[in-house]
């Protein structure tokens, strides 16, 4: 079975799911850098060569590799859940944990973040709280398990974390 981390850009899904994989023993798998590996650039030059719609392909793919392994901590970029057939693929064999933060506590993490194309807006503000708007009930539906973040640290959300997925 694989853990799988879901949530908004800045939730922690790649930090919390490297120090999950190493309590557990288990290799992990950022889909992100999987989809840097696999197209030779970073996803800021994906969205500017191919737009959105060319990353979304590529997520699609990569999410589809990974959800026939098994035994893995993957963590996903944030956006994974806007293709049901992701969410489909990931659940096939793996449990999935939505890492749920309020807005506030992501604009802190992102105020200076150039990595990230759909937050490079003036108003980040309003860009951060229409997509989490846009997105929180596909978050919420997908999850198996939800932990609300804002006022814990990684070690926290991974021992919770660990004595969730016990119970699922
Ligand atoms: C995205 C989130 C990013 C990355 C891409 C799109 C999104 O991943 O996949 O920039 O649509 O929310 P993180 O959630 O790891 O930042």
Request: proline share 1%; glycine share 10%.
């Amino acid at each position: 079975m694989n853990i799988v981390l879901i949530g908004f850009m800045g939730s922690g899904k790649t930090s919390v799911g490297r120090l999950l994989a190493r309590k557990l023993g288990s290799n992990f798998v950022d889909l992100d850098e999987r989809i840097e590996e696999a197209s030779g650039v970073k996803i800021a030059e994906i969205f500017a060569s191919g737009g959105e719609g060319h990353f979304r392909e590529l997520e699609s793919r990569e999410t589809a590799g990974v959800s026939v392994e098994d035994g893995l901590v993957i963590s996903t970029g944030g956006g994974v859940v806007l293709n049901q057939d992701n969410i489909i693929n990931l659940k096939k064999n793996g449990r999935i944990v939505f890492l749920r933060t309020r807005p506030e506590t992501v604009l802190k993490r992102i105020v200076h973040d150039r990595s990230r194309p759909l937050l490079q807006k003036d108003d980040k503000e309003a860009a951060v709280r229409r997509l989490m708007d846009e997105r929180m009930s596909l978050y919420e539906e997908a999850g198996d398990v939800i932990i609300d973040t804002d006022e814990l640290n990684k070690y926290e959300v991974v021992d919770l974390i660990i004595n969730m997925i016990k119970e699922i």
